[in-house]
């Protein structure tokens, strides 16, 4: 058993900097949890004051129902994995594995076997008589992983575990981490601010921005339900589409052009008063090209036309950006005319400069306020 919670906790460091703003998250044994969010959205210093090396200004830390705000980092039993890997460059991969245990002064045989068998899980048998400077960026971060797990922890935290990595080995060590909590089961707080890793890994997320909690939850609860603004534009790649509108005459308008309000849209309207200004959420994903989109889904679809301007053909999918019509009615000259992502299967004959029909579903429209950035749907 191993819930960890924090209840109000906020971090304020001596110059009166917030770092995080009453925290509220209660992590349930065996769960992964993934804290994400720009840079300087509090992530690490969460992450700190659950490992001890940071102190907690304000609210409470529990690990198992215990308070332990004032509990040193050694007497947490948690095992922090660092993005610099912190290995000891004199010491063998053995050793370095086997560190803690010779801290914690554990039988040598009961070492030798934890050692072997964490070596075993992370593949990394065949190293562990050389020297961290002999080994490439992933194998050490296998051995970081792997003093980490000798221990048999209560926890483990990470922060930005891979981001030191190239793109192709990134995607390796994911699939490892994903494994190893599969076999392992420990409850896992990691820090990232790669939306993919968050979706990948997490069961759920924590979307932090300015030190504040924007949305918790699953990661198909924030791609598919972003309660607001920031969400809607964090969480998805490319990110989504979001484009001024207003509601008249029982239609939205907007440079997708006019969109009859269907009875999901209007109750979204209507349960939150919104004023007639909305901003109109659409992901790249939503959209096909009509010429290649499946004629029995046509009569649910809307349709529009835009020019496309640069299309980028990525093998598996392509992406296409479009000029849009500006409808404001404000002043045109405060920024540039809209424009759209839209992201196309391959088989699309999409290409650059050229009218492109799209069609889409309404159901997948998201309204946000403008003045707030709530979500109204
Ligand atoms: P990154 O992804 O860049 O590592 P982060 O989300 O982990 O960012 P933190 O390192 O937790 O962000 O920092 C949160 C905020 O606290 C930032 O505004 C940062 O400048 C500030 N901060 C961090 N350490 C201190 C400190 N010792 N004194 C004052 N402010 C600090």
């Given at each position: 058993m191993a819930e960890i919670v924090l209840d109000g906790v906020t971090k304020r460091f001596a110059d009166g900097t917030v770092a995080v703003q009453a925290l509220d998250l209660r992590i349930a044994d065996?769960?992964?949890?993934?804290?994400?969010?720009?840079?300087?959205c509090g992530k690490s210093t969460t992450l700190n004051m659950i490992a001890g090396l940071e102190p907690i200004s304000d609210g409470e830390l529990r690990i198992d129902g215990t308070r332990v705000n004032e509990r040193a980092p050694r007497d947490r039993d948690i095992a922090m994995v660092f993005q610099?890997?912190?290995?000891?460059p004199h010491l063998t991969v053995r050793e370095n594995?086997?560190?803690?245990?010779?801290l914690a002064k554990t039988d040598k045989a009961e070492a030798a076997r934890r050692i072997a068998e964490a070596a075993r899980i992370l593949d990394i048998s065949d190293l562990l008589d050389r020297r961290p400077a002999h080994l490439s960026g992933g194998q050490r971060q296998r051995v970081a992983m792997g003093r980490a797990i000798v221990r048999d922890p209560k926890a483990f935290l990470m922060d930005e575990p891979?981001?030191?990595?190239?793109a192709k080995l990134r995607v390796q060590m994911r699939t490892m981490i994903s494994r190893l909590q599969n076999r392992l089961g420990t409850t896992t707080v990691y820090v990232t601010h790669d939306q993919t890793e968050a979706m990948t890994l997490a069961d759920r997320i924590v979307l932090l921005?300015?030190?504040?909690?924007?949305q918790i939850g699953t990661p198909?609860?924030?791609y598919r339900t972003p309660v607001n603004l920031f969400t809607a534009g964090f969480i998805g790649s490319p990110a989504m589409n979001l484009l001024p509108a207003h509601v008249e005459a029982g239609a939205l308008h907007s440079p997708l052009g006019e969109i009859p309000l269907t009875s999901r849209l209007h109750a979204a309207l209507d349960a939150h008063r919104a004023s007639r200004e909305v901003v109109l959420g659409?992901?790249?994903e939503a959209f096909e090209d009509a010429r290649i989109s499946r004629p029995s889904q046509q009569g649910e679809l809307l349709s529009f036309t835009a020019r496309t301007d640069i299309v980028e053909s990525l093998g598996a999918e392509k992406f296409a950006y479009l000029n849009l019509p500006d409808t404001r009615k404000a002043d045109l000259f405060q920024s540039a005319a809209p424009q759209l992502v839209a992201r196309l299967d391959a088989d699309s004959p999409a290409r650059e400069n050229e009218p492109l029909?799209?069609?889409?579903d309404p159901d997948a429209l998201h309204l946000f306020a403008p003045d707030t950035g709530r979500s109204l749907t």
């Open positions: 065996g769960e992964f949890v993934i804290l994400v969010g720009p840079s300087g610099s890997y912190a290995l000891y594995i086997g560190f803690p245990l010779r891979l981001s030191n990595l190239d921005d300015k030190g504040e909690v924007q198909d609860e924030l659409i992901r790249p029909d799209l069609v889409y």
